[in-house]
């Protein structure tokens, strides 16, 4: 894709190259994890490793990318003149996210989580002309520089504060339980804290609603799906592996750190009048649900944080797919939609129900799987009844949006310049569908969790 942008005439020609690229990478991961089959046999000294978590996971995220990309490769077109090289960027993001989902040392994470976020940062400020997106970028750039520097001051505090046997494997970390020597503890707390920044949880949260504001917003669809929901499975990775035995150690803190998340993201995103901006806050209350995976820790949590990863990208990148169409943001902008696009309407509806969780829906399942997993861990029941309060109020603000396409009339001032093909209302629809039969079977993915590769 790189290279491409050298020899590539047309502006469509990239999107073409690129979703053949996808589904060469979906095919080689099918067969790795069913026939343990590698296109490749390179000694990596055990530094990834690589199990059906983990590839169910980086399937997920390459399906949800081709449909992006389906989706929206025109509006990826209309950002700027590179358009090669904004799809390699992508690709990169995807490779650090491959990185970040197998690693097996701390060094290992640390490239992944840098491959995954060095492109982001150009990506934010890809509509050089938009102010509000230069802004966003230097602040994501500020602040993952920050947190970058804190994962590597917890990463040296992990490695000098195990003076038995000085590893950055993950599974040689074994800081068993009991008391943790302080060395370990502060190592544990700086990790937390930079893998928290990484999925926008609460306090260190911030950076979300500008830089998924201000970034072009087909950008903003992948940050905040694809990337967050890869930024988790390498945080219940590390934390499963290299913390796992000192769980009652952590635990609280990850519990208090869940409630803040949910608290702010849903009270907050409750006020917000762009659909673009309340959708930033959604997904930092999104992260709070997802943060219970990484507090139970159990099979539960590992099903449920696969079958999240797939309902919550299907969903919002359906709703931000139909967004990057209209030219009004605003709730307002929303009014009448269901006379003007019916198909539309009703995909969208689909989405926002997903996302509320409603029964039906694969968004229900999944939050089900993770309320399981906290109520089968026993220790802070009152998180999961949070939980389920905060589920409610996400309902007021997704309703908003359907209350708005179903039952007001469209103001004359608004107008949308619909660039809308029977091709895009077919993947629409497609995504909708995928929504409704994993809500109804979602055996389909977490099945392949306990599938003995021949």
Partial sequence: MMFGGVFFKQKSTPKYWAIGGLLLAIIANCIELVKQHSFFNIDIKNMLVFNNFNLIFIIVALVCTLLLFLLNGRDIEKVGNNISEYFALIFFVLCGIAIAATFNTLLTLFLGI????????????????????????????????????????????????????????????????????????????????????????VPFHFWAPDVYDGAPTVFTSFMATIVKAGGFIAFIRLFEHAFGTAQPQWQMLVALITAATLLVGNLTAVFQQSV?????????????????????????AKQGIILYAAAYSLATIGIFAILVKMNDYTIDGFNGLAKQQPVLAATITIFLLSLTGV????????????????????????????????????????????????????????????????????????????????????TLITDWLYYSRA
């Fill in 359 to 442: 029964p039906l829906t694969a968004g229900f399942l999944a939050k089900l799987y993770m309320l399981i997993g906290a109520v089968k861990d026993g220790h802070q029941n009152w998180l999961v009844i949070l939980a389920v309060l905060c589920a409610a109020i996400s309902a007021y603000y997704y309703f908003k949006i359907i209350q708005a396409i179903y039952f007001k009339e469209s103001k004359a001032e608004i107008t949308h310049n619909w660039d809308v093909t029977p091709a895009f209302k077919a993947l629409l629809i497609i995504t909708a569908a995928l929504i409704i039969v994993l809500g109804l079977f979602p």
């Fill in 114 to 201: 840098e491959i995954l976020s060095i492109p982001l940062y150009i990506l934010t400020a890809s509509d050089k002309r938009n102010l509000k997106s230069n802004e966003a970028a230097l602040k994501y750039f500020l602040m993952g520089a920050f947190s970058t520097g804190i994962m590597l001051m917890g990463i040296a505090f992990l490695y000098g504060g195990n003076s038995v046997s000085p590893s950055f494997y993950i599974d040689n970390i074994n800081i068993g339980a009991g008391k943790l020597p302080v060395m370990i503890a502060i190592g544990l707390v700086l990790i937390l804290i930079a893998m928290a920044f990484k999925v926008s949880a």
């Fill in 276 to 300: 673009k901006r309340m959708l930033a806050y959604s997904s930092i209350a999104q992260a709070g649900f997802m943060l219970l995976s990484i507090f139970a820790m159990n099979e539960f």
